[in-house]
């Protein structure tokens, strides 16, 4: 399931605020999320692949919950 595209851009800005206040490389994220670090790159800076999938390894590999993620301001 793809998300809104707006929305997308403003959850990506909100998930690489969470990596830079955790002090996570691109790299290091991608490993705590199990994920790919291309694909951690596109999420955080353009918004894009944002898959439900993709938020709850977010959220797993950040240790926050999948709320603290979609709390956009």
Same mark, same amino acid.
Do not use: P, W
């Given at each position: 399931?793809?998300?809104?595209?707006?929305?997308?851009?403003? @959850?990506?800005?909100?998930?690489?605020?969470?990596?830079?206040?955790r002090n996570l490389s691109?790299?290091?994220?991608?490993k705590c999320c199990d994920?790919?670090?291309?694909?951690?790159?596109?999420?955080?800076?353009?918004?894009?692949? @944002?898959?439900?999938?993709?938020?709850?390894?977010?959220?797993?590999?950040?240790?926050?919950?999948?709320?603290?993620?979609?709390?956009?301001?």
């Amino acid at each position: 399931m793809l998300l809104n595209t707006n929305f997308e851009k403003e @959850l990506g800005k909100h998930i690489n605020k969470l990596r830079q206040e955790r002090n996570l490389s691109f790299q290091k994220m991608a490993k705590c999320c199990d994920m790919d670090k291309a694909q951690v790159h596109k999420i955080c800076t353009e918004g894009k692949d @944002l898959r439900v999938s993709s938020i709850v390894k977010i959220a797993i590999g950040l240790k926050v919950s999948i709320s603290d993620i979609l709390d956009i301001e």
